[in-house]
DNA sequence: CTACAGTATTTGGTAGGCCATAATACGATT
DNA sequence: AATCGTATTATGGCCTACCAAATACTGTAG
């Protein structure tokens, strides 16, 4: 999103969000990053306080949320941010796993070097943002690897539903990246994905990214079955 | 929708549903079916009318659609029903082979001779469906056929994933199961499906769902682009 | 200490109104 | 007649206020 305004440029301004999109990605992003926990109540009157909106805006927004999947709608009790189970979970992983694994295929069938580049950019981006400890930095580099590899084989829907999918994993994610070792193995892993791409080796490029997922899951799955008993 | 509401005195009427939920399935199959057709102007107001309910219900409606990828919003003008162009269809069916093709392949690895009792029971009635001209009932039961490939394995997640996409391109598969041959065809793919997972052929049934949803995506692709210049 | 009645909270839903913008119709001016 | 404002209308976006029903809470009487 680069704030282009220069010449020749018709569009004279941005698309003026709504109000209720600016509720939306307040709320969402409050849910991801956990200022409201899973399992919290939803109250709209006080979301209406707190956001300085009315209860419209806000019904809304809980609807989208809803089906976005990180609202629990309780029947006469109102929205709570939905709880995240490990099954639930795992399943979120394989689906990426699926789509990522047809994307990395595609790419690699494609064989032009500018998706190599572009994956490469990401990749030591990624690495550079570990090296400064820049959690979030990580989180945007790798999702931007993703979207490079869905967008440049013209995978917009897939991208979306990994996207979609990836909201209600994010406190995961967060979680993942910050592990032992998962500075070098990471990148590792999906270095490999480039490699695999790079020499054109489709099947090679699907399995390595299933195998990039997987262990993702599998950290998850630890990291989760060790916090649920303590909670 | 049966409208069994006879017998059972108890059960007076639990709606359980919320007004929202009704009108919600109501727009959805209005859309799904034809009722409004793509590109339409879909006026809060007038919806308001149609189905006797308030904006503030029609406006969550529209948006849960919205998040469906059933409505589109153009800023400043508001929400019309979602064209669906040959590009975008190409890439859900794309992504419905990697999704069931996945979960065909989990069904012949667990071998359990339920799942293939059910799948067959779907099969038949698929098969009596085109035997009657019931269409409806052929889009039913292979909704059911690939629900049990998705549920038997307990993949919640993927078969939400699955349904969300096919909604979209539902008028494409009414179109689809209509075509020459297609009462033949369809069944022998979805029987190859099975076959395979029946042997416990993991591969097999990956690649027989996938060829399942390849067939269906380039007869929609013929329908699709022999329409277009006509309109 | 329990049971129960009353009270508060909160959702689900309704009604209606205000404002901004886009499109269209309608003039008025040249 | 062609063009250039200017009402009017339609509509979305947003708000306030209200009500009914379900739920949770609380205090009191027995």
């Given at each position: 999103?680069s704030?282009?305004?220069?010449?020749?440029?018709?569009?004279?301004?941005r698309?003026?969000?709504?109000?209720?999109?600016?509720a939306?990605d307040k709320?969402?992003?409050?849910?991801?990053?956990?200022?409201?926990?899973?399992?919290?109540?939803l109250v709209?009157?006080?979301?209406c306080?707190?956001l300085?909106?009315?209860?419209?805006?806000v019904r809304?927004?809980?609807?989208h949320?809803?089906?976005?999947?990180l609202?629990?709608?309780l029947?006469?009790k109102?929205?709570?941010?939905?709880q995240?189970?490990?099954e639930?979970a795992?399943?979120?992983?394989e689906?990426?796993?699926a789509?990522?694994?047809?994307a990395a295929?595609?790419?690699a069938?494609r064989g032009?070097?500018?998706i190599?580049?572009a994956?490469e950019?990401?990749?030591?981006?990624?690495?550079s943002?570990y090296?400064?400890?820049?959690?979030?930095?990580?989180?945007?580099n790798?999702?931007?690897?993703y979207?490079?590899?869905?967008?440049?084989?013209?995978?917009?829907?897939?991208?979306?539903?990994?996207n979609?999918l990836?909201?209600?994993i994010?406190?995961?994610?967060?979680?993942?990246?910050?592990?032992e070792?998962?500075?070098i193995?990471g990148?590792?892993q999906m270095?490999?994905?480039?490699d695999?791409?790079?020499?054109?080796?489709?099947?090679?490029a699907?399995?390595?990214?299933m195998?990039?997922?997987?262990?993702a899951?599998?950290?998850?799955?630890?990291v989760?079955?060790?916090?649920k008993?303590a909670?």
């Open positions: 999103m704030g282009a305004l220069k010449d020749a440029a018709i569009r004279v301004e698309p003026a969000k709504t109000l209720r999109e600016l939306l709320v969402r992003e409050a849910i991801v990053n956990g200022y409201f926990r899973p399992g919290d109540r709209e009157r006080d979301l306080a707190q300085g909106v009315s209860r419209t805006v809304e927004v809980l609807r949320l809803e089906s976005e999947g609202v629990a709608n029947p006469n109102g929205p709570i941010v939905a995240l189970d490990i639930e795992k399943q979120i992983y689906i990426r796993g789509l990522e694994g047809m295929r595609l790419c069938e032009s070097p500018e190599v580049a994956l950019e990401s990749l030591s981006a990624i690495r943002s090296r400064d400890q820049d959690m979030a930095g990580v989180l945007a790798t999702s931007s690897f979207q490079t590899l869905f967008t440049m084989v013209d995978r917009h829907v897939a991208w979306g539903v990994v979609l990836t909201v209600r994010n406190h995961l994610r967060s979680m993942t990246i910050k592990t070792r998962r500075d193995e990148p590792a270095s490999k994905i480039v695999a791409i790079r020499r054109g080796d489709g099947e090679g699907q399995r390595a990214a195998d990039h997922v997987a262990a899951s599998a950290i998850a799955e630890a989760l079955s060790a916090q008993p909670e």
